[in-house]
């Protein structure tokens, strides 16, 4: 059974940064997506930032410049950095791997 674990939330100051992790525990044999979702209280979830494989790495305007998606196929894991953080990045942030989701970690931007 596969499980996805993600790291890395927390409280942060306006301007500041986070790292966020995702590792699958569990095999699986094909990963078409790595993405992280986010879902502000009161709002729908949205995309955050994706890797589709074949196809390439998408942000939401709201991030671009400023949140960078990576992966480590070998360890079936992905990785959120967010810089320049604002008030409005403030949500549950939630990774999905293949079909697979996590659980979600709070990010919250506030001073």
């Known amino acids: 059974q596969v499980q996805l674990v993600e790291s890395g939330g927390g409280l942060v100051q306006p301007g500041g940064s986070l790292r966020l992790s995702c590792a699958a525990s569990?095999?699986?044999?094909?990963?078409?997506?790595m993405g992280w979702y986010r879902q502000a209280p009161g709002k729908e979830r949205e995309l955050v930032a994706r890797?589709?494989?074949?196809?390439?790495?998408t942000y939401a305007d709201s991030v671009k410049g400023r949140f960078t998606i990576s992966r480590d196929n070998a360890k079936n894991a992905v990785y959120l950095q967010m810089n320049s953080l604002k008030p409005e990045d403030t949500a549950v942030y939630y990774c999905k791997i293949d079909i697979y989701w996590g659980k979600g970690t709070l990010v919250t931007v506030s001073s």
């Open positions: 890797i589709i494989s074949g196809v390439g790495t």
């Open positions: 569990g095999i699986i044999f094909s990963i078409n997506e």
